[in-house]
């Protein structure tokens, strides 16, 4: 199923979060990699799928000397925030975890993930 976002819905949705983050005198970072030694020597990016824009993506390669798991936290305008599958990677893998913003969401506002 194909469905089209109202354009200036999903601007102003951004502009209404934006306005509010700043309003409250912090900012969230739309990809943030976790701090401690699980994410030493782990490469991560979180993005939006190309054609849908409810659907968020991190991916990270484990570039450590042991194995680590991982998953996808994909922030949802007027939606709850939704997080993907974890993933175990061995030394040397790459991976990819996702999640689904919800139909009535305004889109995926940013990509995160957590190591462990």
Not at 48 to 74: K, L, Y
């Amino acid at each position: 199923m194909h469905r089209r976002k109202n354009v200036v819905t999903a601007g102003l949705a951004a502009v209404v979060s934006a306005l509010a983050l700043t309003a409250a005198g912090f900012a969230v970072p739309a990809q943030a990699a976790p701090a401690g030694p699980a994410a030493a020597g782990v490469d991560c990016d979180g993005w939006v799928h190309n054609n849908n824009p409810d659907h968020g993506i991190a991916g990270c390669a484990n570039h450590t000397d042991r194995t680590v798991t991982f998953r996808a936290e994909v922030v949802c305008g007027w939606a709850p925030d939704v997080s993907g599958q974890w993933v175990t990677l061995a030394p040397g893998q790459y991976g990819e975890s996702s999640g689904v913003c919800a139909i009535y969401s305004s889109g995926v506002g940013g990509v995160g993930w957590t190591i462990r």
